[in-house]
DNA sequence: TAAAAATACTCCATAGGTATTTTAT
DNA sequence: ATAAAATACCTATGGAGTATTTTTA
């Protein structure tokens, strides 16, 4: 796809938390996956999107700049979702819409 | 991933066109990859969106509702993308920053 | 019968998990 | 040594393609 809420959030949520292992908790997926998640999208995009050494973490320009473009997306995407629900979380329904039946996911 | 804007411009544009076909050709995507996308996301829902016949397309209720939670976050994302670029489409670089260098694509 | 959606494959990327390794303090 | 990110490996799903079949006005 070409526009992925959830690489967003990803970002935004590490760019809160400056710690993918703290990120990855508040988003409900393993550390492993979060890292995974931003190299994609960096390869995606050919840009350096974090700066990031095991002891510090850092939004590069670049990064900041997506960010702040990214911002009222995120916010509008929330309708969107059931109450509550994060943009970006491993299990649970996807979007929203009445009742969801059973929701598989991803294992 | 949970919310995924490329399906919801694919619900979007199938809305306008009332056309698998002519909406595939608008998205650029060939039409059973649209019909796959929209099944995919009725499954995850677990609830119809469009009531289809091969003479006509119809959204449903919960499609329409879908819908109008959508549509802030679709004119959103917009500035997200490089200038014109659709939400979805199925080639070219995926989302923007400054330069995107190559862009590998899903074949 | 003709046009449109669905199906049936195939291929590759995304995405998540656990276990382990590397790295920097 | 320890804490944090990266890597390696696995599996499942998403998403696109072409070719073909089903459906119905």
Redesign the interface.
Known sequence: ????????QALATLAEELSFTRAARRLGVAQPALSARIRR?E?????Q?VERSTRSVRITP?GQ??LS??G??L???E???PEG?????AA?????????????RGG
Chains 1, 2 share one sequence.
């Open positions: 796809m070409r526009l992925d809420a959830g690489q967003l999208m390869r995606r995009l050919g840009q999107l670049a700049d997506l473009r990214a009222p997306m916010t509008a995407a309708p969107v979702l629900e994060p943009v970006l979380s649970g329904p996807v979007l929203s819409a009445a009742e969801p039946a059973e929701a598989p």
